[in-house]
């Protein structure tokens, strides 16, 4: 059995927990194949830590990282700063963390930032799928211009 860890934040403004949680629960196997293990926390900066924790106290074979980054320059710095925590904890844990960040500045108006909050959930749940069972699904996409939670910008 293996575990996906998914960490969320209370501080994005859309649950994009959820969204990778269902579609996670669509993926072949759920529950046969693989569990998940869900766990929120403040802010940006703390999601390093929690996936680190649960891949090396859960066996966590990969980690999804959820967060949403203000407008203001000082999230941005934030964001900055949470993605150099993960690529740390990556490197320490030799696991893979997709991170799944959005960012305010991304889209004004705000139907379609819960829009782009969602597909990028829900793509990224299905990366992670795929990393751990299906890792051909990656290799029939690359080269492709494939955005995640954004039209795809196609290959050149």
Same mark, same amino acid.
């Given at each position: 059995?293996?575990? /996906?860890?998914?960490?969320?934040?209370? =501080?994005?403004?859309?649950?994009?927990?959820?969204?990778? #949680?269902? $579609?996670? !629960?669509? %993926?072949?196997?759920?529950?046969?194949?693989?569990?998940? /293990?869900?766990?929120?926390?403040?802010? =940006?900066?703390?999601?390093?830590?929690?996936?680190?924790? #649960?891949? $090396?106290? !859960?066996? %966590?074979?990969?980690?999804?990282?959820?967060?949403?980054?203000?407008?203001?320059?000082?999230?941005?710095?934030?964001?900055?700063?949470?993605?150099?925590?993960?690529?740390?904890?990556?490197?320490?844990?030799?696991?893979?963390?997709?991170?799944?960040?959005?960012?305010?500045?991304?889209?004004?108006?705000?139907?379609?930032?819960?829009?782009?909050?969602?597909?990028?959930?829900?793509?990224?749940?299905?990366?992670?799928?795929?990393?751990?069972?299906?890792?051909?699904?990656?290799?029939?996409?690359?080269?492709?211009?494939?955005?995640?939670?954004?039209?795809?910008?196609?290959?050149?």
């Amino acid at each position: 059995m293996d575990y /996906i860890a998914v960490v969320d934040t209370m =501080f994005a403004r859309v649950d994009m927990g959820s969204q990778v #949680l269902d $579609e996670l !629960s669509k %993926c072949p196997g759920y529950k046969e194949r693989f569990e998940v /293990i869900h766990s929120s926390v403040p802010g =940006f900066k703390d999601l390093a830590v929690e996936c680190k924790r #649960l891949i $090396e106290n !859960s066996r %966590c074979a990969i980690a999804i990282a959820i967060g949403m980054a203000g407008k203001a320059e000082i999230d941005q710095v934030c964001a900055h700063e949470a993605s150099q925590g993960l690529m740390m904890a990556r490197l320490l844990t030799n696991t893979h963390i997709i991170e799944v960040f959005v960012h305010e500045i991304e889209e004004d108006d705000p139907e379609k930032l819960v829009q782009l909050c969602i597909n990028r959930a829900r793509s990224h749940a299905r990366n992670a799928y795929w990393m751990l069972f299906e890792p051909e699904e990656l290799t029939k996409r690359a080269g492709q211009g494939v955005r995640q939670g954004a039209d795809d910008a196609g290959p050149l």
